[in-house]
């Protein structure tokens, strides 16, 4: 693969960009990409580009740098959009990436479609922060590029659980560690940590949660007018679907909440048989075997139905 110092190649001026809704994997790949290139590239301007960032991630360094508007006309050499899998999950941010002379994206997404000039995409890596160490200069990773890195892999591999942990993921995590990084520390604040609302908005998800296909599947949803009664976003409602995955003799889960009236945000898991990349695929998302999103329409009965028979035809 192409190294950073050759993707960034006769480019004096680079914008990084992530998904919407932004997670660790995200975060902490164009976060440590940015860190990489101000340090090891004096010569470069660059700014990242990343909706607003939960608070449990502004530690990183630099992060008062990420730029979440699109008020400021600028034109880029080179965009650099990362962890992304379709050029829609940009949001506003496209507007940069249409007007930038060269685009590069890198990717560990089996659902990538391919839309920048050239792309990296490694499907069968835990993370694109596993990718993006790959890419750079091992002996040039200094701590604070070496903290995002591990909260990206952290993040996306499940706490070095989900199948996409490899070996090589491994060996990373330890280089990582050997730079210093307070990698208990990370786990503890960015992944474990719940507020006292998100507990409450979580026991709320598990009580109401309903169990079909025999026990095989489980699914829970959210309100709009729920999350507007508790005071709580997206943000505050992470994790709820990889609680109700672990649920004894449960294959697959799902877990949906109202963005607006009769408009669900749905994120899928799986344990060993259902591919859930390939239902948010048909339905016009994206993600991996075992972790998946996207977005559909209808009431709950409706959405939950419309899920339920592309689960069936890989239960059966």
């Known amino acids: ?20 809704r932004p997670d660790g994997d995200c975060i902490g790949s164009c976060m440590g990409l940015y860190n990489y290139l101000r340090e090891n590239f004096s010569d470069v301007e660059v700014d990242v580009y ?6 449990r991630f502004k530690f990183i360094k630099n992060s008062d740098a990420i730029i979440s508007d699109v008020e400021e006309d ?22 940069y990436f249409d007007e930038a002379d060269r685009t590069f994206c890198i990717d560990h997404h089996i659902s990538n479609n391919h839309y920048a000039d050239e792309d990296i995409v490694v499907d069968n890596a835990s993370s694109t922060s596993e990718v993006i160490y790959e890419l ?19 993040h996306d591999s499940g706490v070095f659980k989900y199948q996409s942990t490899t070996k090589r993921t491994m060996e990373i995590a330890g280089e990582l560690m050997q730079k210093g990084i307070p990698f208990t520390k990370i786990i503890d604040d960015t992944f474990y940590t719940k507020s006292y609302i998100e507990n409450q908005i979580l026991g709320r998800a598990l009580v109401e949660s309903v169990m079909f296909f025999n026990g095989k599947c ?11 009664f508790y005071g709580i976003t997206s943000d505050d409602m992470g994790g709820i679907v990889e609680q109700l995955r672990i649920t004894k003799g449960v294959e697959c889960a799902i877990f949906m909440y109202e963005t607006e009236h009769l408009k669900y945000k749905v994120s899928m898991r799986s344990k060993e048989i259902v591919d859930v990349s390939k239902i948010a695929t048909y339905f016009g998302g994206g993600g ?3 972790a998946a999103g996207f977005n559909m329409e209808g009431n709950f009965h409706d959405v939950v ?12």
């Open 1 to 20: 693969m192409k190294k950073i110092v050759d993707i960034i190649k006769g480019a004096s001026t680079i914008a990084i960009g992530g998904h919407i």
């Open 50 to 55: 990343l909706q607003k960032i939960p608070d």
């Open 74 to 95: 600028k034109k880029y050499d080179l965009f650099i959009v990362l962890d992304s899998s379709d050029i829609d999950r940009l949001g506003e941010f496209q507007k």
């Open 136 to 154: 750079m200069d091992e002996e040039k990773v200094s701590k604070a590029v070496a903290e995002c890195i591990y909260i990206g892999i952290v």
């Open 218 to 228: 489980i699914v829970s949803a959210i309100s709009k007018g729920v999350q507007d």
């Open 288 to 290: 991996h075997m075992r």
């Open 305 to 316: 139905n419309n899920i339920s028979e592309q689960i069936a035809l890989q239960l059966d």
